[in-house]
């Protein structure tokens, strides 16, 4: 079978970054400039559309021919920009970013390319950004270019023919990265679920057009008030500015600040006997402060045409686990509801009453925080059924350490919190409940399950938020303690993988837990081999002290934090939070195929939680979709796996 190597690239007026890629090509000034490609590593050729050549005809045939494989980096924008002109099917594609991700490294083809050590005249020219900023977004009019709003390629010819080779560049390095990945295969049920993942991602989901304009409207104008109050009582030009909001708190208080944070800003405002003025300015600051607006600005920027949003989704977009990310309006983190009352809190935000919104709820900013899950809505003539696996990463975590008073929780009543409480303090589960004065033990038991199952102590206790719920410093090694005493499965489990894990680096050879899981490793990787058979990626592993003076694997990988490239350090309970949260997320895309092999449509998928758009008389229910959601695929026989739902009109937190 033959291989098409394709990279474009293109013109469009809309900001790609905000609006998306699916606004991007929707824009009638879109268009494709450059078409570099290669049949089977051979030297590449490029099409100067702009100028006026043409792709060849065999190319264009080859596009639908499922006897060539089309392959690109981001194969998503190829895939999207092409199919503006000509038919192709996106079963036919193979994204080496995609790939990439599977094997644990980068996604950006420079920094890939870095990774890989790729030779100097493989990598990514350097010079790229610049030439994109001229040749492929619109540009200022000034005195200079006469005017014009854009870059063409005969306004310099110079430049243009740098951008033809770094064009062809970009297909020569990915080229080269196709020919390394390739020692690793991307498996065929992942090449499925990707294709799935395509078909949500372009079908996308309805917003309220009516509900983000209101609400953009009232915080336009709740900005304007709150910004007024705060220079009148400092007198500022811009009490926005944190270098003269600290300033002028300084000058007119005791309080040494460091920084306008919301933990410092939450920390005076707590201390009651503060400075009244201070206390305002602060708390308005804290209102200006919330990042509900930009929500919706993002929801306005990329919602298409027909009022649907598209590409919310990053396929594999965490390293190893796999798990989706969130683009654009960033759906994997959007604020919990609480308002009782949220049909009448989208009517009244519609009509843009933010006298009666004041009335009602008080703080305004916050009901439109908690009403942006609502702007997602099914078409007209349809509901959302809306299902999520319950306490997912628990149950399987169970399941693999073969806890068994866990597993026969959740195969029972399935209240893990008074269970685990129980299991804790020696307590009756019966006793747990509403009213009795046990009851406050769920609280440590609810924290414990949050923070604890990845070799968590102390520290996630706090970070998990156990100190604002009322529990004392000194009370926390005994939580931790006594989670680990009722839990000794799970400690074993964390101590083998991270055994397993540290023989298989040394030795090369392969282990195999009794639970299923395997280890193994070749030149570049160790890796881990799950129930489900796909494989956790760990680049150039090695062993080392780490922090503690302990030895530990090592490996090459993206700081989530700092977003380089560079040396992590693991342990045995991360290693257990990857290979749970992996599994998890298979069962998740199994779930999701198994739906729409059953003919549900899914809207978009957050989490372990699927919204799936349905016609009000299909009969499709929501017991249905569960059903199809819980179908376990043979190699999670035995686990206990369940899920609850909800009907609704608008997305939201039941």
């Not at 679920?193 to 057009?209: C, E, F, H, K, M």
């Not at 201390?271 to 206390?279: A, M, P, Q, T, Y």
Request: contains cysteine.
């Amino acid at each position: 079978m033959r291989t098409l190597h394709i990279d474009l690239e293109t013109y469009s007026d809309i900001d790609l970054k905000k609006a998306g890629l699916y606004k991007y090509v929707q824009s009638p000034a879109f268009e494709i400039m450059l078409f570099a490609y290669s049949y089977d590593y051979e030297p590449v050729q490029i099409v100067d559309l702009a100028a006026g050549e043409q792709i060849p005809a065999e190319i264009i045939r080859d596009l639908n021919n499922p006897g060539v494989i089309k392959t690109a980096h981001n194969a998503a924008f190829e895939i999207n920009c092409l199919k503006k002109y000509f038919i192709t099917d996106i079963g036919q594609w193979h994204c080496t970013m995609v790939h990439a991700y599977y094997c644990g490294l980068p996604g950006q083809l420079g920094q890939l390319g870095k990774a890989l050590g790729l030779p100097e005249n493989r990598k990514k020219m350097s010079v790229g950004k610049q030439l994109i900023r001229y040749f492929c977004v619109p540009c200022a009019p000034t005195q200079n270019n006469y005017g014009r709003t854009r870059n063409r390629w005969y306004h310099d010819r110079q430049k243009w023919e740098l951008f033809k080779s770094y064009c062809v560049r970009d297909v020569e390095s990915e080229m080269e990265i196709h020919k390394i990945l390739e020692a690793h295969p991307f498996p065929e049920i992942e090449h499925y679920n990707w294709i799935l993942d395509q078909y949500i991602n372009s079908a996308g989901v309805t917003v309220d057009r009516e509900l983000i304009e209101g609400a953009l409207d009232i915080s336009a104008r709740m900005q304007g008030e709150l910004s007024g109050r705060a220079k009148k009582i400092t007198g500022l030009d811009n009490p926005n500015s944190v270098t003269q909001l600290k300033q002028w708190i300084q000058e007119n208080s005791d309080l040494e600040l460091e920084d306008l944070k919301k933990q410092t800003v939450a920390e005076i405002l707590a201390d009651k006997s503060g400075d009244e003025f201070i206390r305002e300015v602060l708390k308005i600051r804290r209102e200006l402060g919330k990042t509900s607006v930009k929500k919706y600005e993002a929801m306005d920027a990329c919602m298409g045409g027909d009022g649907r949003i598209r590409g919310l989704l990053q396929f594999y977009g965490a390293n190893r686990t796999g798990r989706w990310a969130g683009r654009l309006v960033q759906i994997q983190n959007l604020p919990r509801n609480y308002i009782s009352t949220l049909d009448t809190a989208r009517e009244l935000v519609k009509k843009r009453q933010t006298d009666v919104l004041k009335a009602i709820y008080g703080n305004v900013p916050d009901t439109l925080s908690q009403l942006i899950r609502t702007a997602f809505v099914p078409e007209q003539g349809s509901k959302f059924l809306i299902a999520d696996f319950s306490a997912i990463e628990a149950r399987v975590l169970s399941w693999f350490a073969g806890e068994q008073w866990r597993l026969d929780v959740f195969k029972t009543h399935g209240k893990i919190y008074e269970a685990s409480a129980s299991a804790m303090f020696g307590v009756d589960i019966d006793l747990i409940k509403k009213g009795n004065p046990e009851y406050e033990l769920r609280g440590k038991g609810k924290i414990a399950e949050l923070a604890l199952g990845y070799q968590g102590g102390i520290g996630s206790l706090v970070s998990m938020g156990a100190l604002g719920m009322g529990l004392l410093e000194e009370e926390l090694p005994d939580i931790v303690r006594r989670w680990r005493g009722s839990n000794r499965r799970i400690v074993d489990f964390w101590y083998a993988v991270e055994r397993y894990a540290l023989d298989t680096v040394r030795s090369g050879l392969t282990g195999y837990m009794p639970c299923g899981i395997a280890f193994s490793r070749d030149k570049d990787y160790l890796m881990i081999i799950l129930p489900s058979g796909r494989k956790l990626y760990y680049y150039q592993p090695e062993i080392r002290p780490n922090s503690l003076g302990r030895d530990a694997i090592h490996f090459k990988g993206v700081n989530q934090k700092t977003k380089k490239w560079e040396a992590i350090s693991t342990y045995g309970g991360k290693l257990t939070e990857n290979i749970v949260q992996a599994a998890a997320r298979d069962l998740l895309a199994n779930s999701m195929m198994n739906l729409y092999r059953a003919g549900f449509k899914i809207n978009f998928h957050i989490h372990d939680e699927v919204i799936l758009e349905v016609p009000e008389n299909s009969g499709r229910t929501l017991d249905e979709a569960i059903h199809v959601m819980c179908r376990l695929p043979a190699w999670a026989e035995g686990l206990p796996l369940s899920a609850d739902g909800f009907e609704t009109y608008y997305y939201k937190k039941d």
